[in-house]
T-cell receptor
Framework: EAGVAQSPRYKIIEKRQSVAFWCNPI?????LYWYQQILGQGPKLLIQ????????DSQLPKDRFSAERLKGVDSTLKIQPAKLEDSAVYLC??????????????FGEGSRLTVL | QKEVEQNSGPLSVPEGAIASLNCTYS??????FFWYRQYSGKSPELIMF????GDKEDGRFTAQLNKASQYVSLLIRDSQPSDSATYLC?????????????FGQGTILTVHP
């Protein structure tokens, strides 16, 4: 079974530039998450999708971050314009419907963003 | 107060010893509790979950939950160097928040030979 795929793995940009991250979840997983993990901290949920609908985006900085999940499969997370404090690893995770109830999230390798 | 707080690390134990990792949470209505392991530069992976008060054992790992004290712990028996990683405690509030995990900051564990 293929895991959660993310790209790019690494990205370096200057502040005020834009960046986009892509995620392809495990086939058949209805729930998709984007987490932000700043160095030395635990992951923080940015947005949760159930199929192509948003379940929770309460911690997404909507003035600069946007995310979409077209057709309920792949997802893109965009940051525009980036700030220094956005430097982090962006983790995409997916879960198989009901198994989300037990918190079994499958994480991708992450996209490491450095903002200079 | 942080929603999920873990004991400050890093924690260093000798090979073969018991490693004890602790976590407290602020939301008394939390329903389910998880321990994820994250190797350096890698993504988190689920190793244990627990819903009910008491102990749950899986091989060398034991999760303990005390909802009255809002406390969760993970014990690793016969620690091995391969257990060296960051351990993340995560909590699910349940209800309409299913699948939404709030993570602690993590505890770095080092098992030295």
């Amino acid at each position: 079974e293929a895991g959660v795929a993310q790209s790019p793995r690494y990205k370096i940009i200057e502040k005020r530039q834009s960046v986009a991250f892509w995620c392809n979840p495990i086939s058949g997983h209805a729930t998709l998450y984007w987490y932000q993990q700043i160095l030395g901290q635990g992951p923080k949920l940015l947005i949760q999708f159930q199929n192509n609908g948003v379940v929770d985006d309460s911690q997404l900085p909507k003035d600069r971050f946007s995310a979409e999940r077209l057709k309920g499969v792949d997802s893109t997370l965009k940051i525009q314009p980036a700030k220094l404090e956005d430097s982090a690893v962006y983790l995409c995770a997916s879960s198989l419907g009901g198994r989300a109830l037990i918190g079994e999230l499958f994480f991708g390798e992450g996209s490491r963003l450095t903002v200079l | 107060q942080k929603e999920v707080e873990q004991n400050s690390g890093p924690l260093s134990v000798p090979e073969g010893a018991i490693a004890s990792l602790n976590c407290t949470y602020s939301d008394r209505g939390s329903q389910s509790f998880f321990w994820y392991r994250q190797y350096s530069g890698k993504s988190p992976e689920l190793i244990m979950f627990i819903y009910s008060n008491g102990d749950k054992e899986d091989g060398r790992f034991t999760a303990q939950l005390n909802k009255a004290s809002q406390y969760v712990s993970l014990l690793i028996r016969d620690s091995q160097p391969s257990d060296s990683a960051t351990y993340l405690c995560a909590v699910n509030a349940g209800g309409t928040s299913y699948g939404k995990l709030t993570f602690g900051q993590g505890t770095i564990l080092t098992v030295h030979p």
